[in-house]
Nanobody, 116 residues
Framework: QVQLVESGGGLVQPGGSLRLSCAIS????????MGWYRQAPGKQRELVAT???????NYEDSVKGRFTISTDNTKNTLYLQMNSLKLADAAVYYC??????????WGQGTQVTVSS
């Protein structure tokens, strides 16, 4: 079992920055992949970024160069640094983990609002 708790969402103006955090607990050694997804109203949940247990990141095209995914293993935390935020980035952001047995876990989500 893996538990994920997101934090850090909020209201930001276009061009601003936010850092999302995901506190991870449970069977950490079972995790093979972690990531961030987002879901805007009326849209499907979409992948934003992932990072492997070996630290290799991958980004959805629209966030490349603006978002950075990272982990702090000493704090058991996953981060998403979001810079140059756009109106289109507004969504509920979800932390996700996948284990070596292909079990998926999700956090409860944190709202990111981008508005002037």
């Amino acid at each position: 079992q893996v538990q994920l708790v997101e934090s850090g969402g909020g209201l930001v103006q276009p061009g601003g920055s936010l850092r999302l955090s995901c506190a991870i607990s449970g069977s950490l050694s079972s995790i093979s992949l972690m990531g961030w997804y987002r879901q805007a109203p009326g849209k499907q949940r979409e992948l934003v970024a992932t990072i492997t247990s070996g630290g290799i990141p991958n980004y959805e095209d629209s966030v490349k160069g603006r978002f950075t995914i990272s982990t702090d293993n000493t704090k058991n935390t996953l981060y998403l640094q979001m810079n140059s935020l756009k109106l289109a980035d507004a969504a509920v952001y979800y932390c996700h983990s996948r284990t070596w047995f292909d079990h998926d876990y999700w956090g409860q989500g944190t709202q990111v609002t981008v508005s002037s």
